[in-house]
């Protein structure tokens, strides 16, 4: 099998909405081939949590489906008992709900065929197209060949029917142990598709398996139990990704030599591969396990349930899907592009508000120490009727330290000494004083505001400020712990290491910064898990649905502004 290469050049996303998939449907649904119907399915195998890459599978095939009148089932592809748990089978059908995808009666595991499957292989055997084979493994992979030897025939290829039945019967019976016997078609142990070289179809597999328990003792093998599947759910077309190219024949071969109550066929197309991530789940296992994440929802990791935690909107995964289109050849997506349409759609739904991360206290000397003024601010500036919040200004308000610098620097409108900076949504302030500690920090500005310059009242006191900056009353605010992310790899292709090394040394140590006592507007008290919040100048933010607690509020960064 030729492995994809990546063409690590072509960054950009196809353009919109491009998709050959439909061409295809569509021409199918023309010439009436099956029936006119669109049945489609996504087969995760349930051996860890999805990623992003499976989200964009299954936009493709619940979205092709939706789109033609047709449905798409939820099949979990369950052949490898040591590796699967009902963990993960619960994980993908809550990721796939919350993408917003119904998979209605149609939950389908493939363990639940087992028993048809295994007929079909005593058809085979039967037919004299499937024989039970005693090579061990070594020698199986030596007889096998190579890309460019030939393989050889296995000494166990011309056993008769009957004794095929009989061994298959008992290896089914749990007569021979792990690796004793393996059932294989007889194809071509010379094709130039190493695919079609007598492939296996049965192994012996002593495991538990997490639906079907102690009841099977022989599992087939994903190849042959795919495209059985499909026909007997009567799948029309089979999406899968391009790596499974090579594999077409052999399914093809399937569904031609069993009595399969269907013909579905199988159409590749290109995984997603996006910069600065990590595609795979045997790797993503690899961060979970050895603790370098807090754990599969993480939310700096590209699986669903992180990106979930994280705060991005099932309706930003879709765009994004629908953004990057549907390609035969491999490329890389730039991670900008993720979070490009992430932005977007949360500057339509986001509450805005206002933060200080990282506080300066700031005195105002002409306010009254018992003056509180309301002040009122639009929830979303484009959607009055979204609302409008209201919180207080009092003398001792925070504003954010970085946009404070005592040097002198033409390029800076924000705040310095004797400067005058507008506080958003209220008064121009101007800086008399600054306060510093011993060592020399500043601690607390004294300022002065112009009461003519309320914000909104035209022309707002006739000043002309450069530098407009978001606070928060210092004594009437919420606090809470505010987490920011980096991103989880500092290479855009972390997976491209030298030899003998691992790719987490491109792990990147600052992608979680924690900051403990954020000064929050007060209108965040109330803030909801379901809702998405804009801190004013920093970005989009979250509720923390796994440690976020009224009184102790916990905040994620979805993306920075
Ligand atoms: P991984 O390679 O990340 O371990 P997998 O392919 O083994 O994933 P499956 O559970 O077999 O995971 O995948 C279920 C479906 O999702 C398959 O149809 C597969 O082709 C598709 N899929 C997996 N990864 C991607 C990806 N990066 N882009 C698009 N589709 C994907
Ligand atoms: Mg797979």
């Known amino acids: ?187 071509d142990m010379k094709s130039p598709n190493m695919n079609m070289r007598d492939p296996l179809l049965y192994r012996i597999r002593k495991a538990h398996h997490h639906k079907t328990g102690d009841q099977w003792v022989i599992y087939p093998m994903y190849d042959y139990v795919h495209p059985l599947s499909d026909a007997i759910e009567h799948i029309t077309h089979s999406i899968c990704t391009l790596e499974f190219q090579d594999h077409r024949p052999f399914y093809d071969w399937c569904i031609e030599n069993c009595k399969v109550p269907a013909q579905p066929r199988q159409y590749e197309f290109a995984r997603l591969n996006m910069t600065y991530l990590v595609m795979s789940k045997r790797k993503l296992l690899q961060l979970v396990k050895e603790k370098l994440v807090s754990g599969w929802d993480d939310p700096r990791m590209p699986t669903i349930s992180g990106i979930r935690r994280r705060g991005y909107t099932p309706q930003s995964l879709k765009n994004f899907a629908k953004r990057i289109g549907v390609a035969k050849a491999e490329s890389l997506i730039d991670i900008e592009i993720l979070e490009a349409c992430v932005k977007e759609d949360l500057d339509q739904v986001a509450h805005r508000a206002m933060a200080v991360l990282k506080p300066l206290k700031v005195f105002i000397t002409n306010w009254d120490e018992t003056q509180v003024q309301v002040i009122e601010s639009q ?21 954010e330290s970085t946009d404070f610098k005592e040097q002198e620097d033409p390029d800076f409108f924000r705040f310095k000494p004797g400067g005058e ?104 008290k109330t803030a909801s898990l379901e809702n998405r919040y804009q801190f004013e100048r920093l970005g989009y933010f979250c509720l923390d649905s796994k440690d976020s607690k009224p009184g102790s509020l916990v905040f994620n960064m979805v993306v920075e502004l």
């Open 421 to 524: 900076v507008r506080l958003r949504n209220a008064y121009v302030i101007r800086c008399e004083k600054v306060v510093k500690n011993s060592s020399g920090e500043v601690t607390e500005l004294h300022c002065v505001y112009l009461p003519e310059t309320f914000a909104g009242k035209p022309p707002e006191g006739g000043r002309k400020v450069k530098g407009i900056i978001h606070w928060v009353s210092a004594n009437d605010c919420v606090e809470a712990e505010v987490r920011l992310y980096g991103r989880l790899f500092s290479v855009p292709d972390p997976e491209n290491v030298p030899e003998g090394k691992d790719f987490k040394v491109n792990l990147n140590p600052d992608s979680l910064m924690v900051v403990k006592n954020a000064k929050l507007e007060k209108t965040l």
């Open 1 to 187: 099998m030729s492995h994809p290469s990546k063409n690590q050049n072509a960054k950009g996303p196809a353009p919109e909405g491009a998709n050959f998939l439909k061409a295809l449907i569509e021409k199918d649904l023309a010439s009436n081939k099956h029936g006119g119907k669109v049945i489609t399915r996504f087969p995760p195998e349930p051996n860890g949590y999805l990623h992003i890459g499976h989200a964009k599978s299954i936009c493709l095939n619940f979205g092709l489906a939706q789109e033609y009148g047709g449905r798409c089932h939820l099949r979990f592809d369950d052949t490898n008992p040591e590796a699967e748990d009902v963990e993960y089978v619960e994980s993908i059908k809550a990721d796939v709900r919350w993408l917003g995808f119904d998979w209605k009666e149609h939950l389908y595991f493939a363990s639940d065929y087992f028993e048809q499957i295994y007929q079909w292989a005593e058809d085979l055997i039967r037919e004299g197209k499937a024989y039970v084979c005693s090579l061990n493994e070594e020698q199986l992979r030596e007889y096998r060949g190579d890309f460019n030897t030939p393989g050889k025939d296995s000494p166990y290829r011309n056993r008769s029917v009957e004794e095929n039945l009989d061994l298959f019967r008992r290896m089914r019976a749990g007569e021979f142990d792990e690796g004793a016997h393996v059932l294989r078609a007889k194809i």
């Open 379 to 399: 929830v979303h500036p484009k959607k009055p009727e979204m609302g409008v919040r209201k919180f207080p200004m009092t003398r001792e308000i925070y504003i």
